[in-house]
Nanobody, 124 residues
Framework: QVQLVESGGGLVQAGGSLRLSCAAS????????MGWFRQGPGKEREFVAT????????LYADSVKGRFTVSRLNAKNMVYLQMNSLKPEDTAVYYC?????????????????WGQGTQVTVSS
């Protein structure tokens, strides 16, 4: 069992930065691939980024590539999403997810656990 709690969301102007954090419980955290997803107003949930068990491999959605960076610190059961050059279209609730898999996971249904989400609002 893994419980996930996101934090770090807020209101920021376009061009600004935010760092989201995801705190995970469970002794086997390092055996999970971790992902970030988001759901904007009136939109479906979409993949943002994922990181492998070791943290050595990452994958990003085209819409955030070059602006967002996902990282993890297994010793502290933490996953991060550094978001730079934010745009109004990045406004969404951001969710952290954990999937017991070695490969990188892009699809939400492949994840086993989800956090409650944190709101990110980017003003123009």
């Amino acid at each position: 069992q893994v419980q996930l709690v996101e934090s770090g969301g807020g209101l920021v102007q376009a061009g600004g930065s935010l760092r989201l954090s995801c705190a995970a419980s469970g002794r086997t955290f390092s055996r999970y691939s971790m992902g970030w997803f988001r759901q904007g107003p009136g939109k479906e949930r979409e993949f943002v980024a994922t990181i492998s068990w070791t943290g050595l491999r990452q994958l990003y959605a085209d819409s955030v590539k070059g602006r967002f960076t996902v990282s993890r610190l297994n010793a502290k059961n933490m996953v991060y999403l550094q978001m730079n050059s934010l745009k109004p279209e990045d406004t969404a609730v951001y969710y952290c997810a954990a999937g017991r898999a070695e490969e990188l996971l892009r699809v939400g249904d492949e994840y086993d656990y989800w956090g409650q989400g944190t709101q990110v609002t980017v003003s123009s």
